[in-house]
């Protein structure tokens, strides 16, 4: 999907489609990734069309109900889930080691670095639910690594939304 379908789709539908968009790569589905998605959302705050804060609100909103589900997912059903991803995608195993280390040494707090880097910021939320992280401070610890991510990418767009002005 071009930019172009994805700004048709979020003048039309808003904040729903951004929710559902960004629900949807919390959840590591395969969809619009959040380097397209956040941007364009930012492009359309260029054009008046939306809100910085409401577009932060739905896009940190829509992640940690992502990341929730996950979360849950981990907690009751976190080993056999693991060890399927584990071994039917093996370049994830390296990446899953890494994760539940880096838990393990830094706990709840590691989780808002972990959700600044790629690939391992939505697959956090699984770990941590299998490694059983106390899940309020888990949320917490994710709203902000998911508000830095999202908002980066939305000003990103805001700022060089002059180039996407049709």
């Known amino acids: ?18 929710f559902l968009i960004v629900f949807l790569e919390y959840l590591n589905l395969p969809g619009l990734p959040s380097g397209i998605i956040m941007p364009a959302a930012g492009i359309l705050i260029y054009r008046g069309h939306v809100n910085f804060w409401s577009a932060i609100s739905v896009s940190v909103l829509a992640g ?7 979360y849950l997912l981990g907690y009751y059903f976190g080993k056999p889930l693991i060890d399927k991803v584990y071994f039917k995608y093996e370049k994830t195993q390296r990446s899953i080691d890494k994760l539940f280390n880096y838990l393990k040494h830094y706990g709840s ?58």
């Open 109 to 166: 707090q590691g989780v808002f670095l972990i959700r600044l880097m790629p690939v391992a910021r939505t697959l956090v939320s699984l770990v941590a639910g299998t490694y059983r992280l106390n899940v309020a401070s888990f949320l917490v610890f994710s709203s902000g690594g998911i508000f830095v991510w999202n908002a980066v990418f939305i000003y990103l767009g805001y700022a060089f939304g002059n180039f996407f002005i049709s």
């Open 64 to 70: 940690l109900s992502g990341s929730l589900v996950l």
């Open 1 to 18: 999907m071009d930019m172009d379908t994805v700004l048709n789709y979020l003048n039309q539908y808003g904040s729903y489609f951004l």
